[in-house]
């Protein structure tokens, strides 16, 4: 099957600072990506639409200033947690949609993202 | 707008029992159904979907899911659990005209000896 790449697997940042997650899809060209966020124990909750060479779809309730994200190619999705606080720690999956076929769906592995 | 229930948080069966994880949902249009397992500080693993076709889907690790629209369910089943099967199960729901998945609540299979 598809396979997506997420990195880094897990990060420790200060709070203030700024993280970058990336999301690729390796063997496919995926036009829209998608970010989720875990909370622990929790569902995965849908935060954004990516789309390739355009602004990304947020959902209602998500800060698009404080989650930044940039789709610049057919195969890389970033997101860039901005100003980390604590609050923001959380378990980020990224999917990749495949165009092919039923549009179907491949996950990433996941950041667990720590902000001390 | 396309919504997916898992109404037990919980789900606990002897080593060798069947099992049933339940899952309803609600979409406009004709769905795309999904299931997936996540064991601890790991990402999602695809289990199986239904898209079209027969209304029994076979899937990875022995699992299986019946599609019943009527009672537009979902429910994933297997014949006899494993230990090992012990994770967390998430139903997830696509509307044939939309873009994104929706996920459920969740519901964590425990698999006694």
């Known amino acids: 099957g598809a396979v997506v790449s997420q990195h880094p697997s897990r990060v420790i940042c200060k709070s203030g600072t700024s993280v970058k997650i990336e999301c690729r899809s390796l063997?496919?060209?995926?036009?829209?990506m998608f970010w989720y966020r875990q909370f622990p124990k929790k569902s995965l909750m849908l935060m954004a639409t990516?789309?390739?060479?355009?602004?990304?779809?947020?959902e209602q309730g998500v800060e698009k200033d404080k989650f930044l994200i940039n789709h610049a190619s057919l195969t890389l999705s970033t997101l860039t947690v901005t100003s980390a606080h604590p609050e923001d720690s959380s378990f980020y999956i990224c999917s990749a949609r495949d165009n092919r076929g039923y549009n179907e769906q491949f996950f990433g592995p996941g950041t667990r993202l720590t902000v001390l | 707008a396309q919504s997916v229930a898992q109404p037990e948080d919980q789900v606990n069966v002897a080593e060798g029992n069947p099992l049933t994880v339940k899952c309803t949902y609600s979409v406009s249009g004709n769905p795309y159904l999904f299931w997936y397992v996540q064991y601890p500080n790991r990402g999602l693993q695809f289990l199986l979907k239904?898209?079209?076709?027969?209304?029994l889907v076979k899937g990875s690790y022995g699992f299986e899911a019946e599609f019943n629209k009527s009672q537009t369910s979902f429910h994933l089943k297997k014949p006899s659990a494993l230990v090992s099967d012990s994770a967390l199960y998430f139903c997830?729901?696509?509307?044939?005209?939309?873009?994104?998945?929706?996920f459920g609540s969740g519901t964590r299979l425990s698999i006694r000896p």
């Open positions: 063997d496919f060209q995926a036009t829209t």
């Open positions: 239904y898209i079209t076709g027969d209304n």
């Open positions: 990516s789309n390739e060479g355009s602004k990304a779809t947020y």
């Open positions: 997830a729901v696509r509307d044939s005209s939309a873009s994104k998945i929706i």
